[in-house]
């Protein structure tokens, strides 16, 4: 029988250990195994290997070390204790989280230990302190194996990268894009040099652009080219479509194939000819179709709304090209506006430019004089937009109208719209109304219900011919005032003082522009009638 088995026999022999009564510990130089018959044991540490009936025979190599248990069923209370300690994560550099009973390195790393001391002690007959003592982590010694690099319990300033420095190194790095943020805050931020601001005004000529030249290939090859197409089919005239798309080909073509290519070669070689104002000065002759263009888009887009009213087959098809992804859900009569605007975005890029560039810079004379030139063209344009921003508004008050009164007109202006109170011919009660002032009429409007946005209902139209405006006393309603006109007289209540002349301000001024217009028009008739025609001039 093993010395094992007998030592297993005799602890089973023993009385059971009464409370108080101190309990078998684990020798400190023995470690508990256990064999395959599930009994355990202490065997002494330094003594010679266990017999080998008890080695394991699924270990990875003939004459590996016992495999240290964990925790054995046959251990005293003591022992249970000490595991549960052992098995807890400690620090293996602190001596106060050490175990009492901490295992001994194997043989093989004392023997090594102890060569390594000899050799620092006999070389060169000089005497070197002890080697650290080794401590080896307990967990690691499954099967034999004694780990590849024995831990040193060695204080920080005793080494060369201290056993946390690996976590203050991830401290440094997370502190270090916040110390990199300060560094570059606390850098004064450098200023543009005159060179790269007129760099950045060219850039943006150039990319501003692309993005035309994109609008107008979206308006001459697909509005343009597709309704053509269903020109040929007699579905609508031909002349229709022509009109309405006026010299848009031509202006593409300019663009699309002469000035963009010009600009994208010019900012390629940048370095060496930093100029735009010669480029912008070959733009000059071909302002004259901007000029037949801007003359054609009042009556392009009632000739659009005429045709969208009239052709359910025109409308459709407009509609399906708006409804493209190329479109951006926008209306045709939005792209339509984007040559009209472009002369102007020119005029406004090159003032820029001009203030940046030097005065002795040898693109200064062609910039100012393309300025000269486009600044006359973008007058015409200016007039073009706000008569287009306009029209626009006349079709949104047409909608909220209901489409039941003819005010889309060019020569119909929107002067003042907005909420206020009418009161009653006894001056008792007042009710939410809504007015469109005109330049040559005024609509009193009153609310209509409706799921989708304002809506109103016509009441009156008053003409501004014969109209007088007025200021009124009211003891109940204090900011009233009175609209009289050929058609109706209406008393009204603002919602404040300033509403209150703020509308009386716009009416007066719209009676007095609406004379002079009409007499200066009388004066042109009647020189017109006043001049002698002789029989003989008539013949």
């Not at 022999?13 to 009464?18: D, L, N, R, V």
């Not at 330094?46 to 270990?59: A, C």
């Not at 052709?311 to 009209?340: D, R, W, Y």
């Not at 009289?484 to 509403?499: N, V």
Request: include cysteine.
């Amino acid at each position: 029988m093993s010395e094992l088995r007998r030592n297993a026999i005799r602890r089973k022999s023993k009385p059971k250990q009464t409370a108080g009564s101190p309990a078998e510990e684990c020798p400190e130089s023995s470690v508990c195994l256990m064999d395959s018959d599930g009994l355990s044991g202490f065997w002494p540490q330094e003594s010679s290997p266990p017999p080998h009936s008890l080695r394991h025979t699924d270990s990875r190599r003939e004459g590996a070390p016992l495999k240290q248990v964990s925790r054995s069923t046959n251990c005293s209370p003591a022992h249970k204790n000490y595991q549960r300690q052992t098995e807890q994560p400690t620090d293996s550099g602190s001596a106060a989280n050490s175990p009492r009973h901490a295992l001994k390195p194997p043989n093989g790393v004392l023997a090594q230990k102890n060569r390594e001391r000899d050799k620092n002690q006999n070389m060169d007959g000089v005497t070197h302190e002890t080697v650290p003592v080794v401590s080896i982590d307990r967990q690691g010694l499954v099967n034999g194996d004694a780990g590849d690099v024995p831990k040193r319990e060695i204080m920080d300033e005793d080494c060369v990268d201290p056993p946390h420095a690996h976590i203050r190194a991830e401290e440094e790095e997370r502190k270090a894009p916040e110390q990199c943020d300060v560094v570059m805050n606390s850098i004064p931020e450098q200023k543009e040099t005159n060179e790269q601001k007129l760099y950045k005004i060219a850039n943006e000529l150039l990319q501003t652009e692309k993005a035309y030249v994109a609008r107008l290939n979206l308006l001459d090859k697909v509005f343009y080219t597709k309704l053509l197409e269903e020109a040929r089919k007699e579905t609508f005239p031909m002349d229709v479509v022509k009109n309405i798309f006026s010299n848009i080909s031509s202006i593409h073509t300019f663009h699309g194939q002469f000035l963009l290519p010009d600009l994208e070669k010019r900012m390629g070689e940048w370095t060496t000819t930093p100029r735009i104002g010669d480029i912008l000065q070959k733009l000059t002759p071909f302002l004259k179709m901007y000029a037949e263009y801007v003359r054609n888009f009042d009556h392009a887009m009632e000739l659009l709304k005429l045709w969208m009213d009239r052709s359910p087959p025109f409308k459709a098809l407009i509609l399906e090209i708006q409804s493209q992804e190329v479109c951006g859900n926008l209306t045709l009569q939005h792209h339509m506006l984007e040559p009209v605007q472009r002369v102007p975005r020119y005029e406004m890029l090159l003032k820029d430019y001009l203030k940046k560039l030097p005065q002795d810079h040898t693109d200064r004379r062609d910039a100012e004089k393309s300025l000269e030139i486009i600044a006359m063209a973008a007058t015409h344009s200016n007039t073009a937009i706000r008569k287009t921003e306009n029209l626009k508004k006349l079709l949104e008050i047409y909608e909220m109208l209901g489409e039941e009164e003819d005010i889309v007109n060019p020569s119909n202006e929107l002067i003042k719209e907005g909420h206020i109170q009418k009161l009653s011919a006894r001056n008792t009660s007042a009710m939410d109304i809504y007015l469109f002032l005109f330049n040559n009429m005024l609509l009193y409007c009153v609310p209509k219900f409706s799921l989708v946005g304002q809506k109103f209902t016509v009441r009156t139209r008053i003409s501004i011919d014969g109209m007088k405006v007025m200021a009124t006393n009211n003891d109940i309603y204090p900011h009233t005032f009175q609209v009289s006109g050929k058609e109706r007289t209406l008393e009204l209540h603002a919602s404040s003082e300033q509403d209150k002349e703020s509308w009386i301000k716009a009416f007066k001024e719209t009676i007095h522009i609406y004379l002079q217009k009409n007499e200066s028009f009388k004066s042109a008739s009647k020189d017109v009638e006043e001049v002698p025609v002789s029989v003989s001039e008539a013949i």
